[in-house]
């Protein structure tokens, strides 16, 4: 007959838990994946929110949040993809609940139209194109616009946009055209005004 | 109009990027204001082009990673959300609440069972003999068919400190061993349906013998006056 033995988890080396261990391994994957894509998320938040300190709290944001479900994540290569869909939602509600400010205090105190408040390197990369060409983006639709700036974004091919987003690479060409397509139409009649200036 | 005819041609040439080809490229070579416009729709998709690089490759903060890096360490270890923590406290909350209604329902039956309730009122401590005596007087002790399972169960020796409690379902009362045989007796009366007070009256009266108290003999009481306490 087979003797059973009691094994207690306290034996371990240096009295390092089971769960210590665990904790230890997920930190330190994670690290790794922070600083390969602790840029993507912020840079597709700022391509959202046109705005350096919003853009950094929610690529902050972003990242916590992927670390605190980072044990949900089944296939680790899809983190990129996973990382790009939390940043892009976040920023979007920052960016809506941004707007739902500015009418308020336009209510209340009926100022002239401010944009949000820029960084020196905001204003130093801000034109008159610029402005219009960051309202005209973000009134485009988010399937549209997130696609855009994936693509805008140095080193990323449709295919890798496609495995990002999770959809084909003709899905990916099309969005990408009827986006700049519709930037166009929004853009044409100020990129003259500015010509003829 | 020409124009119009190759109006949308133009724009979406210009959207993909691609060169005009076909029908389209040779009526740019000999009409300079289609050639114009498509130059300056090229000239637009370049500049919206531009401005998004510029939006998204922005130089990233140098505070960012660091920043992170500390809310990590708040944060603690990884997948430990407050769903997670929730569960635990839930599952923590509802073995608590179990262990507490398993220990009420175990008193409960414990303090309403005949057997604890007899021991305390019907058998005294003072009546009860020593051991050795009860041993010498030889009380028949009850036979284990008189009781019927599953109805009482006296434990005579406590269990070893580490072992476990057998799994018994019926209930068992720990007594001092002296008080064995009447509490075993009184369990053969209760099951037979009798009354607690029937176990004292049948119980052995030798021994109820011994511990009566004699009446105490008191002396006739002599008065002196103290007058004549004076004169001695």
């Known amino acids: 007959m087979q003797e059973l033995v009691l094994i207690q988890p306290g034996g371990m080396a240096r009295g390092e838990s089971v769960g210590d261990v665990v904790e230890a391994d997920g930190r330190r994957e994670f690290e790794e994946r922070l600083a390969e894509c602790g840029s993507l998320a912020y840079r597709v938040a700022r391509g959202v929110l046109r705005n350096t300190a919003d853009a950094e709290d929610v690529a902050q944001e972003a990242l916590l949040r992927a670390y605190r479900n980072f044990d949900r994540l089944r296939d680790r290569n899809r983190f990129r993809g996973w990382l790009v869909r939390i940043a892009f ?37 801000s034109s008159e194109f610029q402005v219009h060409l960051d309202n005209a983006l973000a009134e485009l639709p988010e399937k549209l616009r997130l696609v855009l700036l994936l693509a805008a974004m140095e080193g990323h091919t449709i295919e890798e946009i496609a495995a990002l987003v999770g959809i084909s690479t003709g899905t990916v060409k099309s969005r990408i055209f009827y986006a700049r397509k519709q930037l166009a139409e929004k853009l044409r009649c100020h990129s003259n005004t500015i010509k003829t200036r | 109009m020409p ?10 040439a210009a959207a993909t990027g691609a060169e005009p080809r076909g029908e389209l490229r040779t009526h740019l070579e000999v009409c300079d204001s289609c050639l114009a416009v498509f130059t300056e729709e090229q000239a637009l998709f370049a500049s919206i082009d531009a401005g998004l690089q510029a939006t998204v490759n922005a130089q990233i903060p140098p505070s960012l990673l660091p920043r992170v890096r500390s809310r990590l360490d708040e944060a603690g ?12 406290l839930a599952s923590a909350a509802v073995v608590i609440v179990a262990l507490f209604a398993g220990r009420a329902l175990l008193q409960t039956n414990v303090g309403h069972g005949p057997v604890e309730t007899t021991v305390k009122t019907s058998v ?10 009860q041993n010498s007087v030889g009380v028949p002790p ?41 509490l075993a007796e009184y369990a053969a009366q209760w099951n037979l349906r009798k009354r607690g007070p029937l176990v004292a009256q049948d119980s052995d009266t030798t021994i109820m013998a011994l511990l009566q108290v004699a009446p105490i003999q008191i002396d006739e009481l002599g008065v002196k006056l103290l007058a004549e306490e004076k004169e001695q």
Do not use: C
């Open chain 1, 89 to 125: 939602r976040l920023a979007i509600d920052r960016m809506r609940s941004r707007k739902r400010r500015e009418e308020r205090d336009t209510v209340w105190s009926q100022p002239e139209h401010r944009p949000p408040a820029a960084t020196a390197e905001d204003l130093a990369a």
């Open chain 2, 3 to 12: 124009f119009e005819h190759y109006k949308d041609a133009l724009i979406e």
């Open chain 2, 77 to 88: 270890a990884p997948g430990r959300s407050w769903v997670t923590n929730g569960f635990v």
């Open chain 2, 124 to 133: 005294p401590p003072q009546v009860t003999p020593p051991p050795q005596k």
């Open chain 2, 142 to 182: 009850v036979e284990k068919n008189h009781i019927p399972p599953r109805q009482f169960a006296i434990a005579k020796n406590r269990p070893a400190p580490g072992t476990l409690v057998s799994g018994r379902t019926e209930p068992e009362v720990l007594v001092p061993l002296d008080q064995e045989i009447l």
